[in-house]
């Protein structure tokens, strides 16, 4: 043990001492019988190697003077090594057991280190839009979103997706189950999953043009399948099994119901329930439905990925902004509508929340052509959502000082943050003015938030139908090359009622079917003017 | 000659044991210290970290040269050092500057004992 120490001790001397004196050292050392000499001998060489770093740095790139050459003997081959120290095989133990520790306290340091350089926090902040759509890229919402603070930023890339398809009074319920010929990334996305099922050459040709004649952005998802065509086989349908209920039980806002979820998954695996599944799709949607049942939210699905999501070719991050842009700019960031009624009541129809960096100038265009009337109705019927500070933004124009909207906690970073309108706009007028807002069924996400907290506030009337009920923001999560799964992670609570709309969609305050909400809201607003 | 290496004057004593230590015979490091121990009888022990601190000061100043081990010697880890004609001279000019002081020291130790008495 001393001699251990010793050893170490002179390995730790400059080289050039080392190599000239340290054989010579130790075997002093080892002369000496007695242990109080020996560990005499241990505060002698601390000693000197204290004297050899601090006070001898002339000698220490010293290298050794030859010694005497042994004499080689006949027949025998010498070698000659620069230095004589090797490690002993044994040493190889404590070396492997310390760059593992070293490698998992690293691994520790980047997972729990407060610089999270690599963190997007973007994608984790989606309002959820329809399922059917894509998933696309996330990264450049980062951009899209810009500088913001805590501010949920936002499901720039859902509701970049949803603007590409015309607004139409599609629902996210029905679009969930078949097709509709009105969305060319949907339908680009049936057509390659009827492509992989029949699985052969020629039927993936014959859909090639279709496709790519659908979208031009689309054009990757055939080439794909055919790369992807492989069976599935019991190993990965463990692996997603396993990865849907890891990926749960750590982003799912709810995790009692995560926990029931993965017990019924693993019930069906153990009674064998998917050995005869070989086709992805049909896995992926048997599992959705599954969890459908177990945890009763649609909203959680396994998505099969080999067919979904090459629909363009990742582009360049300023390429993704200039795209997204350039959606916005062709159709005027979706607000369709901004006009002044009879009666001089402000009508707005946007069918979306788009990012504010990118549509807040036309968002206060709008605002402000609307700031001379006597009350204002929001549209939303067709509102698929977006960006929460969009919801913010907008929202600021109904109140006279910044008002506490909504608290976000993402369950999967533990991060919790909250949604306040802005600062009040100089010159608006339409503080005190009465407000309204149309829903229907298919008005999602973002939309439903607006509407929500403005009515807690008890700042509009909603008119209309009651909402499609998707109270969580959620974002995707890779299971493997194949598979992902969309996750509702970020609870979203209204300080005034403590909950949210979640599954149960926003209730109207004056209940109308969708299409005569416009008129109805307009009789209530002319009497509510006439009473002043 | 004299003058140059008066400036290394006086020597420490670990430099001075070491050399006198090798005045007689080519030594190990271990002879080395065992020899200091025998000259100073027990007095002054030279632990390995100040030997082999000092001796590859002497080697760079050329004052003691390295020979290498020899293959008789049980363990082949040991070197042998011997003084140079230089270490010889620096050892000699310290034991006159020594000589110097013990007579100067007697002297006027002589000197002062009278007048204690």
């Known amino acids: 043990m001393l001699r251990h120490l010793y050893r170490c001790a002179l390995r730790l001397h400059p080289p050039g001492f080392r190599k000239r004196f340290g054989a010579e050292m130790l075997s002093i050392f080892d002369q000496s019988k007695e242990k109080r000499a020996s560990l005499r001998l241990l505060l002698d060489v601390a000693m000197s190697l204290s004297r050899q770093w601090l006070l001898r740095s002339e000698f220490w790139g010293e290298t050794p003077a030859a010694p005497a050459p042994q004499p080689a003997l006949d027949g025998v081959p010498s070698f000659c090594t620069i230095d004589s120290f090797h490690p002993s095989p044994a040493a190889f133990v404590p070396g492997l057991v310390l760059s593992l520790a070293i490698f998992s306290l690293t691994g520790i340091a980047i997972k729990h280190s407060w610089i999270h350089v690599l963190r997007i926090r973007i994608p984790e902040a989606q309002l959820e839009t329809p399922q059917w759509i894509p998933e696309t890229t996330a990264a450049p919402q980062v951009g899209l979103s810009g500088s913001g603070q805590e501010s949920p930023a936002l499901a720039s890339s859902e509701s970049t997706a949803a603007l590409v398809s015309p607004p139409t009074a599609e629902t996210p319920k029905e679009s969930q189950s078949a097709s509709n010929p009105q969305n060319p990334q949907r339908r680009a996305q049936s057509l390659s999953n009827s492509a992989k099922q029949s699985a052969t050459a020629i039927a993936e040709s014959k859909t090639q043009p279709e496709t790519t004649a659908v979208s031009s952005t689309v054009s990757g998802s055939p080439a794909a399948v055919s790369a992807h065509n492989w069976k599935l086989d019991a190993a990965e349908q463990q692996l997603v099994i396993d990865g849907a209920i890891q990926n749960l039980q750590k982003y799912y806002v709810d995790p009692s119901a995560a926990q029931r979820i993965a017990a019924v998954l693993l019930a069906h695996k153990e009674h064998s329930d998917y050995s005869a599944i070989t086709d992805r799709q049909v896995f992926a949607n048997l599992l959705t439905r599954q969890i459908d049942a177990a945890g009763r939210d649609k909203y959680i699905v396994v998505v099969n990925t080999t067919s979904a999501v090459p629909d363009r070719p990742a582009l360049p991050f300023s390429q993704e902004v200039a795209r997204y842009r350039k959606q916005m700019a062709e159709s005027n960031c979706t607000f369709e509508k901004v006009q002044i009624l009879p009666h001089n009541i402000g009508y707005l129809k946007f069918n979306s929340f788009p990012d504010v960096s990118v549509c807040g100038e036309v968002a206060a265009a709008a605002m402000k052509k609307l700031n001379g009337t006597d009350a204002i109705i929001f549209d939303l019927r067709d509102n698929l959502g977006g960006n929460a500070r969009m919801v913010a933004f907008l929202a600021t124009y109904l109140f006279d000082q910044p008002t506490h909207l909504n608290d976000f906690y993402n369950r999967g970073d533990n991060n919790r943050f909250e949604s306040w309108t802005l600062a009040p706009v100089p010159g608006n007028r339409l503080t005190d003015k009465p407000a309204f807002v149309l829903t229907s069924a298919s008005t999602f996400s973002a939309a439903e938030a607006f509407a929500y907290d403005l009515k807690m506030l008890k700042r509009v009337t909603l008119v209309g139908e009651t909402t499609s009920g998707r109270g969580h923001m959620g974002a995707p999560h890779s299971i493997d090359d194949h598979f992902m799964i969309r996750i509702p992670g970020i609870l979203v609570t209204n300080p005034i009622s403590k909950t949210n709309w979640e599954g149960k969609g926003v209730e109207p305050d004056v209940k109308v079917n969708a299409v005569d909400a416009l008129a109805t809201a307009e009789k209530l607003a002319l009497s509510s003017l006439q009473k002043k | ?117």
């Open chain 2, 1 to 117: 000659m004299n003058e140059d290496l008066d400036r290394f004057l006086p020597l420490s004593p670990a430099t001075l044991h070491i050399l006198l230590s090798l005045a007689g015979e080519d030594l190990h490091g271990y002879g080395i210290m065992q020899e200091v121990a025998r000259q100073s009888e027990g007095k002054y022990k030279l632990g390995p970290g100040t030997l082999y601190d000092n001796l590859q000061k002497l080697i760079q100043r050329d004052w003691v040269k390295e020979l290498g081990n020899r293959p008789s010697d049980d363990d082949p880890r040991r070197r042998y050092y011997r003084l140079t004609s230089v270490g010889r001279g620096v050892l000699s000019a310290e034991t006159a500057r020594l000589a110097a002081v013990v007579r100067e020291a007697r002297s006027r130790l002589q000197i002062a004992k009278p007048r204690r008495a």
